[in-house]
């Protein structure tokens, strides 16, 4: 019997590198890895599997259709993860063009080639910021309102909207899932965690990004958290909710829905305190104004994941052992470099 087969998108980068990673380790599929290999992508990544005749690369920028010699390199495939996306909210700013063309065309591309391939099951992996600022004590729900803030937030939910359309349209088997921010080892440097453990392992200081208020106090910024092996997990929850084995998480699990994907909630100065105190270092920060430092950035964001809970997932590692553990791989000799970039 042959085995399932599944593409995933930015196989690279670091957050579809966790998830080839996980179902490398936790199935028994073929992996069919898509990636153009930007400067976020790197198949160090994936290096462990080097050879792995289950697990086959495939090189294009989804930025453009999919030829037919790649559509023919993705026969079988029965379900797809589109994780690759541009995600860098500063970034986005400075060339919102670029962010549009990848998360949004990309995104119609690659509906249209899972259209072609006739896939069982798409997941469309979205983004917290989808929602905009959350006020304090509030965590959106999947109903909640669409307000992006910047081009990055804006260009995913544009390609949420296109997911939708596609399963409504043309009845392509379609989930989004929105995540929190992710950690993780083999992050790009260019993130809060690898930059906050490279400052504080050189004992440089460390800009904390909140609001100043009017009695000159701080409002810090907030968001949850989770990490990337977390995530992976969650979406092969999804995956084989719908397998066709277990008919009862089948009828849950619809597909033209949305989940999310939380994570637990801190500040970014209690990352910060929590990784100086894994490192054994005294923490050297300033505060900085979001707004002013950072245009376009909301100071919290938060959302609920009762909906896939009640389903039956639950995060296989709880965050502060998952932080911890990626502390500690990250500042091991062999593997400083993924913190300098």
């Known amino acids: 019997m042959a085995r399932n087969k599944l593409l995933c998108t930015g196989a690279a980068g670091f957050a579809g590198a966790h998830v080839v990673r996980h179902l490398m380790t936790n199935t028994d599929w073929d992996i069919i890895g898509l990636d153009r290999l930007s400067y976020a992508g790197s198949l160090e990544r994936l290096a462990e599997w080097q050879g792995n005749p289950r697990l086959k690369m495939v090189f294009h920028d989804f930025r453009a259709a999919y030829p037919t010699s790649v559509l023919r390199a993705l026969e079988g495939v029965r379900y797809i993860i589109h994780n690759g996306a541009e995600t860098h909210v500063e970034r986005s700013i400075h060339d919102p063009e670029s962010f549009v063309m990848s998360n949004v065309v990309g995104t119609m591309n690659t509906l249209e080639a899972a259209r072609a391939l006739q896939v069982g099951h798409f997941i469309y992996v979205s983004t917290d910021e989808v929602h905009g600022p959350a006020p304090s004590g509030v965590d959106f729900t999947e109903d909640s309102p669409i307000r992006p803030s910047n081009p990055y937030s804006a260009s ?186």
């Open 156 to 341: 995913k939910a544009g390609g949420e909207a296109l997911a939708f359309a596609w399963s409504r349209c043309y009845r392509v088997p379609v989930t989004i899932t929105r995540t929190m921010n992710l950690i993780g080892e083999r992050q790009h440097p260019e993130k809060f965690v690898p930059m906050c453990i490279r400052q504080v392992l050189h004992e440089h200081k460390v800009a904390i990004h909140g609001r100043r208020e009017c009695n000159d106090k701080w409002t810090v910024g907030s968001r949850k958290w989770i990490h990337a092996r977390n995530q992976a997990d969650a979406l092969l929850f999804l995956l084989r909710s719908q397998d066709g084995k277990d008919k009862a998480a089948a009828a849950r699990v619809a597909h033209g829905e949305t989940y999310h994907v939380a994570g637990e909630e801190r500040s970014n100065l209690e990352i910060a305190h929590f990784i100086a105190k894994t490192l054994e270092k005294k923490l050297d920060y300033e505060m900085v104004d979001i707004h002013a430092d950072r245009p376009g950035h909301d100071l919290r964001y938060s959302l609920s994941d009762e909906s896939i809970k009640s389903l039956g997932w639950n995060p296989p590692v709880a965050f502060e052992e998952s932080l911890r553990r990626c502390i500690e791989w990250s500042v091991r000799p062999e593997n400083l470099r993924w913190l300098e970039g």
